[in-house]
Nanobody, 125 residues
Framework: QVQLVESGGGLVQAGGSLRLSCAAS????????MGWFRQAPGKEREFVAATNWSGTITYYADSVQGRFTISRDNAKNTVYLQMSRLKPEDTAVYYC??????????????????WGQGTQVTVSS
């Protein structure tokens, strides 16, 4: 129902910053919560951050609280993940996702019905 394309990944040194972007098309963007997940090799995909339809409510995993910021620009159909003070353990493929139910907000993978292709983030020590 919606197509999501992530960008902005790359290689960064520990302590550095990156901003990921996710562009959406194909379905009404502003009615849905958006989230970021990540998956490292050999591990399950895990929740990182989410924001409600308007961007006024945010939710973060404990591991990134205080370091990452999720935001959205509904006029541009884009959601962002600003990552600061990056750590080697942040290395993963980062996926953008849209919730299946309008005006919801959650942190479980099964609540998100649409996924992007992912963008690689590598943090060196």
């Amino acid at each position: 129902q919606v197509q999501l394309v992530e960008s902005g990944g790359g290689l960064v040194q520990a302590g550095g910053s990156l901003r990921l972007s996710c562009a959406a098309s194909g379905r009404t963007f502003s009615s849905y919560a958006m989230g970021w997940f990540r998956q490292a090799p050999g591990k399950e995909r895990e929740f990182v951050a989410a924001t409600n339809w308007s961007g006024t409510i945010t939710y973060y995993a404990d591991s990134v609280q205080g370091r990452f910021t999720i935001s959205r620009d509904n006029a541009k159909n884009t959601v962002y993940l600003q990552m600061s003070r990056l750590k080697p353990e942040d290395t993963a493929v980062y996926y953008c996702a849209q919730e299946a139910t309008p005006y919801g907000l959650g942190n479980r993978k099964d609540l998100f019905g649409s996924w992007g292709q992912g963008t690689q983030v590598t943090v060196s020590s």
